[in-house]
């Protein structure tokens, strides 16, 4: 890990200057980015900056955390990430790899990725699939799953959070309205490996959370997920079945953030929605395997701030994604929680015992 952090400390500390968008002048000089400058005041000598109008100072590591306003471990993977410098593992580390999603061939993606879903061809009757099984759901049947996790009550009614009751009922009422093929290529029923008889994707006592699309599919309900109801039961959550491109969740205060503001990006809906109770505008991805190419173009218009799991495997995504912003030529920044969060929900939860 020493060794690691040496070779961090040895990058020509200029060339990251550079990176962060502070421009070096000839004399190794540079307009300091810690106080009001006139004048270039900040020195680079010795591979380490200071400056001589607000005596800030310190090295490569240092000037990334100062600027980026990151921790050690994020500045060093900040700097390691541009200058070729391997990240070592670090334990409870969970390979990723960032993937196409696989999209059905014949069938075209339910979900626009996000507000600009421009030519996008969409299955409208779809949604219409999705919008009648949340209505065959008891509105405040959501309210329980809410409670326990510390959002405001009327949270469930306000995003269409509901629980399934009878899957059997939803079925019967389904089939009365849509035809079997509709339901099986909304992803709303699934087919058993044996290939027996089709089933509702979700059983009892699920946690449906609808996700409202933006821009030409605005307010229309355009991905399912269910969320398992036993707090450790697996899978954590479930899907409409079919590979479809999984979209972005919005929130309804992100929803309102004009462009070239401020917008958290997060992994998964709760932690989108309890970063919106705590007044931060939330978007979030549907599992880090989610972050298209596609969505991170809808997103290029906001000042994206990083804001994944405060562990290894959240880092490691944030920095990944913070390049994957890069290349397509905007700067993504790595939010820290405050605290010892470990997420957003953590930090909720944190929030209000202390309140
Ligand atoms: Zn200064």
Request: glycine share 8%; net charge neutral; with cysteine.
């Amino acid at each position: 890990m020493t060794e690691y952090y040496q070779k961090i400390r040895s990058v020509d500390i200029q060339k990251v200057a550079e990176y962060l968008g502070i421009a070096v002048t000839k004399w190794n000089k540079a307009i300091c980015p810690f106080h009001d400058d006139k004048d270039p005041s900040l020195s680079f000598k010795n591979n380490r900056y200071r400056c001589f109008g607000c005596g800030s100072k310190g090295s490569t590591i240092d000037l990334v955390m100062e600027v980026l306003k990151m921790d050690i471990p994020n500045a060093a993977a900040w700097i390691a990430s541009r200058f070729g410098i391997p990240i070592p593992d670090r334990k409870n580390s969970r390979p990723f790899a960032f993937t196409t999603q696989k999209v059905s061939p014949t069938l075209p993606s339910p979900a626009a990725a996000g507000k600009s879903s421009g030519g996008v061809k969409v299955e409208t009757q779809y949604f219409e699939v999705y919008e009648t099984f949340m209505s065959l759901l008891a509105e405040n049947s959501g309210e329980k799953w809410v409670k326990q996790r510390g959002f405001p009550e009327g949270l469930a009614v306000t995003y269409s959070i509901r629980s399934i009751y009878s899957p059997t009922l939803v079925v019967a009422a389904l089939r009365e309205k849509f035809s079997e093929d509709i339901l099986l290529s909304s992803g709303v029923l699934a087919v058993p490996k044996d290939k027996g008889a089709p089933y509702l994707n979700w059983g009892t006592g699920w946690i449906m959370l609808p996700i409202r699309g933006v821009g030409e599919n605005e307010g229309r309900i355009v991905f399912l997920q269910g969320r398992n109801p036993l707090p450790e039961g697996k899978p954590r959550f479930k899907e409409i079945s079919g590979g479809f491109q999984r979209p972005l969740f919005w929130t309804n205060a992100a929803k309102e953030i004009p462009e070239g503001e401020d917008l958290i990006l997060v992994e998964g809906i709760p932690d989108a929605l309890a970063a919106e109770y705590l007044g931060y505008p939330a978007v979030a991805i549907l599992g880090v395997e989610a972050l298209s190419d596609a969505i991170i173009r809808s997103l290029l218009p906001w000042r994206i701030k990083l804001a994944a799991d405060m562990d290894s495997a959240g880092r490691i995504f944030s920095v990944a994604a913070a390049e994957r912003f890069e290349e397509m030529g905007r700067f993504a920044t790595i939010m820290e929680l405050p605290s010892d969060a470990k997420d957003w929900n953590d930090l909720l939860k944190q929030t209000l015992n202390i309140c």
